[in-house]
């Protein structure tokens, strides 16, 4: 990306703020020539940028006691992201190699699927770093570093989530059918995307997109919750990578949505 501009949609909240895209592409390049899995740059972040984080972050934090699965909320607080400024990735990097040996990959943007799963397969999580535009920080089109910290940080400070995102990365190494790979996309994003589970006998969730969205995790309950189904959720075409879900598949408990889905991937590799 060395050289190249930003280029934001219409209807994106920093497309009329050339300050924003120049902040964005100043991040970008810090990783641009980096090898994937190489220890993360540091980022100066703004006061702005940390006032976004902590108010996202503090208001999130107030909804995981009764939104989030139980196995999310100890390794969250195991992790502990510090609330008054943005997380560095390589602070976090460092302590999720304590807890669950795996780390994060700084990445100046979207990678390719292949791309992706081939990192989780070497449990290095592909992150961005830039911070999602300060006038609306309950809200981002793309993943930022919000998404990526709160979501997917948290998430894989567990051993038991970090191992399916690892054995979701295996998999995805392994097949050469590209319809099997297509279903492997499709039941990542309904489940470690946006996956629920009975809990204490009301829904809760152990999706980082869920997680991660103050918008999303105080509405999904109300979403058409189906359930879990791994061949429903490839026959289903009409999910938005940018809107809120419509449609969620929910397991008995979290337990289930993990034995399930360990089941899934070991059927899959003998597909």
């Known amino acids: ?127 961005s770093q830039y911070v999602r535009h300060a006038s609306v920080p309950f809200y981002t089109p793309e993943p930022d570093v919000i998404h990526e910290l709160i979501g997917h940080a948290n998430s894989l400070a567990s051993p038991r989530i970090a191992a399916l995102y690892e054995r979701a990365g295996q998999v995805a190494g392994r097949l050469t059918d590209p319809r099997l790979a297509d279903l492997l996309g499709r039941v990542f994003w309904f489940t470690l995307e946006f996956g629920l589970a009975f809990e204490d006998g009301v829904q809760r969730t152990y999706g980082a997109g869920l997680l991660s969205s103050f918008g999303e995790i105080t509405h999904f309950r109300e979403a058409d919750l189906r359930p879990f189904d791994t061949e429903a959720m490839g026959r289903f075409d009409d999910y938005e990578i940018s809107t809120f879900q419509e449609v969620l598949f929910t397991a008995a408990s979290f337990d289930d949505a993990e034995a399930r889905l360990l089941r899934f991937f070991d059927e899959l590799t003998r597909a």
């Not at 990306?1 to 902040?23: C, K, N, Q, W």
């Not at 990735?89 to 304590?98: K, N, T, Y």
């Not at 795996?102 to 592909?126: K, N, Q, Y």
């Open 1 to 127: 990306m060395s050289g190249a501009v930003l280029e934001l949609p219409t209807d994106h909240p920093g497309f009329s703020d050339p300050d924003y895209i120049e902040r964005r592409n100043l991040i970008a390049e810090l990783s641009t020539s980096a090898v994937l899995g190489a220890r993360p740059p540091v980022v100066e972040y703004t006061p702005t940028e940390n006032e976004v984080w902590s108010t996202v972050n503090a208001a999130l934090s107030a909804l995981h006691g009764d939104y989030a699965v139980a196995e999310y909320r100890h390794a969250a607080a195991l992790l502990e992201l510090p609330g008054d400024r943005v997380p560095q990735l390589v602070d976090v990097s460092d302590r999720l190699i304590e807890l669950s040996g795996w780390r994060l990959c700084a990445v100046p943007g979207l990678v390719s699927t292949a791309e992706f799963f081939s990192a989780l397969a070497d449990r290095c999580f592909p992150s």
